[in-house]
């Protein structure tokens, strides 16, 4: 949420207007200030620090009551202004995560540490805004970083403290929750929350910050549409994110070009329109060049394209240009997310598809070893995505046990790692009940 938009959306109470009579007798920009504490939709038009000097050096000369007035105003105004920080708050889910896996969790870690500090500095937990808005914050690098239940935790007991406080607040808490969902395959739970956030969100888009929050909101609203099939009722809110960007950009930059290159290349696959599938790749090509030459830092972001570009290659056995991206991407999520995490987890298998489409059944047995370490690692155990990697192995194993194949350069040690962290589950299961996402 952008700073702008606050006001709109907050749902502050209103305060009493007790001393206007004696603030009258001041200096109307003191009586200003006083009234816009009294109103919290209004702009503050002088710094909190000039306000608090004011009325240091009118403690003696201005009526007893006055003075108490602006004291109270600028009590109200400071409080206003940390919990406005406090829902502005998104520096630890902004953070890259690019170290590894390792790298990140320390990273994870130091954050932990933070939020502890602010818990053992208030009183009223979560109730207090500043504990909120940090909590929120963390529950959103968890989601960054894949750790799905610790993310959904802490969501959970935001919960009642975001509704109480409603407006932006149960904005921005949706907003994550809704992610979480997505990231868990619960689309529909996800879209059910976006469509509250649609219907939170009232102001136009002419209003300051409005269309860079819906640009967002329709950009995830379109993504998880095309996740669940959905890809008429995707191409809608597509539309309607393009008209919002149209407010604060002049044309569509590589983010949008993105994601108009995947509806497209969806929709002509499936309905067999080749030409239109491969304009579409273009455009996703696009996306790629753009995306390196204005934010070269994004590592993560330009993996996914490239994952994504060596799909519509792969969708046309094009195998060597799929390949090319195929293993950029690869390389790129083992160095900035590490081999346990979702994303290199889903560019494995993809690599892993590519080689069993070559023939290279070899080669495939190790990529999808990978694959499925990540699956029975991750959060939330999927049985149905960990059945399907399991056949794909069984078949690549078919292939590689003839007389004319050779086993001895295949990588069967990510394979192991996978089936000993299920013996182990097993055995945890029988002793202490099921395991994770059973």
Request: aromatic share 8%; proline share 3%; glycine share 6%.
């Amino acid at each position: 949420m952008r700073a702008a938009m606050v006001s709109r959306l907050t749902a502050f109470g209103r305060t009493g207007r007790g001393h206007r009579i004696a603030l009258d007798r001041l200096c109307p920009r003191v009586a200003g200030i006083v009234a816009q504490a009294q109103n919290t939709t209004a702009p503050v038009s002088l710094p909190l620090d000039e306000f608090a000097a004011l009325v240091e050096r009118m403690r003696e000369e201005a009526p007893k009551e006055a003075v108490e007035s602006m004291e109270m105003a600028l009590a109200r105004l400071r409080k206003q202004q940390i919990e406005r920080a406090a829902l502005m708050k998104r520096s630890w889910s902004d953070t890259a995560f690019e170290e590894g896996e390792a790298g990140n969790d320390r990273i994870l870690e130091q954050f932990e540490r933070e939020l502890v500090s602010i818990l053992q500095r208030s009183s009223r937990g979560l109730a207090d805004a500043e504990v909120l808005g940090n909590a929120i914050d963390l529950a959103g690098a968890y989601k960054k970083n894949y750790k799905l239940e610790k993310a959904e935790a802490v969501l959970i007991r935001c919960t009642r403290h975001a509704e109480e406080r409603s407006g932006a607040w149960l904005v921005k808490y949706l907003n994550h929750m809704s992610q979480v969902r997505m990231k868990q395959s619960r689309d529909v739970e996800a879209m059910e929350m976006m469509y509250e956030m649609e219907s939170l969100a009232t102001f136009s888009l002419h209003e300051p910050g409005a269309s860079e929050f819906y640009e967002t909101l329709y950009r995830n609203m379109s993504s998880s549409l095309r996740r669940m099939g959905r890809e008429d009722d995707a191409a809608v809110y597509f539309l309607k994110m393009a008209e919002a960007s149209r407010y604060h950009k002049k044309q569509l930059d590589w983010m949008d070009l993105w994601d108009l290159g995947i509806l497209i290349a969806n929709r002509a696959y499936q309905a067999s329109r080749w030409e239109e599938f491969y304009k579409s790749r273009e455009i996703i090509a696009e996306a790629l060049l753009q995306l390196e030459a204005v934010e070269p830092h994004e590592l993560i972001l330009r993996a996914k394209v490239l994952s994504n570009l060596g799909q519509c290659y792969l969708a046309t056995e094009e195998f060597s240009e799929a390949e090319k991206h195929y293993m950029e991407a690869y390389s790129l999520f083992s160095r900035t997310v590490g081999k346990r995490s979702p994303l290199f987890g889903m560019q494995a298998w993809a690599c892993g598809n590519l080689r069993c489409a070559q023939q290279r059944f070899v080669e495939a047995i190790g990529f999808l070893g990978e694959a499925l370490y990540v699956e029975v690692v991750k959060d939330g155990l999927s049985v149905s995505e960990m059945m399907k990697l399991v056949d794909q192995v069984l078949h690549s194993l078919d292939h590689v046990v003839r007389p004319d194949a050779n086993l001895d350069s295949a990588n069967l040690e990510p394979l192991r790692r996978a089936l000993n962290e299920l013996i182990e589950e097993s055995v945890l299961h029988s002793r202490s009940g099921p395991p994770r996402g059973w």
